[in-house]
Nanobody
Framework: QVQLVESGGGLVQAGGSLRLSCVASGRTFSTYAMGWFRQAPGKEREFVAS????????YYADSVKGRFTISRDNAKNTVYLQMNSLKPEDTAVYYC?????????????????WGQGTQVTVSS
């Protein structure tokens, strides 16, 4: 069982930055690939970024490539999402999720555990 708690969301102007954190409970964090997803009002949840359990492999949605960076600290059971050059279309609830294994997958169905989400609002 893995429990995930996100933090770091908030209101920011376009062009600004935010850093999201997701702390995982349990001793097996380092055996899970981790992902960030987001869901805007009236839209389906979409993939943002993922990272393998070792941190050696990352994968990004085209919409955030070059602006967002995913990283993890297995000693702290934490995964991060650094978001730069934010745009109003980045406004959404952001969720972290855990997938058993070492594949930095973008597929929602491969993630077994989800956090409660943190709101990110980007004003124009």
């Amino acid at each position: 069982q893995v429990q995930l708690v996100e933090s770091g969301g908030g209101l920011v102007q376009a062009g600004g930055s935010l850093r999201l954190s997701c702390v995982a409970s349990g001793r097996t964090f380092s055996t899970y690939a981790m992902g960030w997803f987001r869901q805007a009002p009236g839209k389906e949840r979409e993939f943002v970024a993922s990272i393998s359990w070792s941190g050696g492999s990352t994968y990004y949605a085209d919409s955030v490539k070059g602006r967002f960076t995913i990283s993890r600290d297995n000693a702290k059971n934490t995964v991060y999402l650094q978001m730069n050059s934010l745009k109003p279309e980045d406004t959404a609830v952001y969720y972290c999720a855990a997938s058993p294994g070492d594949i930095a997958t973008p597929n929602t169905y491969q993630y077994n555990y989800w956090g409660q989400g943190t709101q990110v609002t980007v004003s124009s």
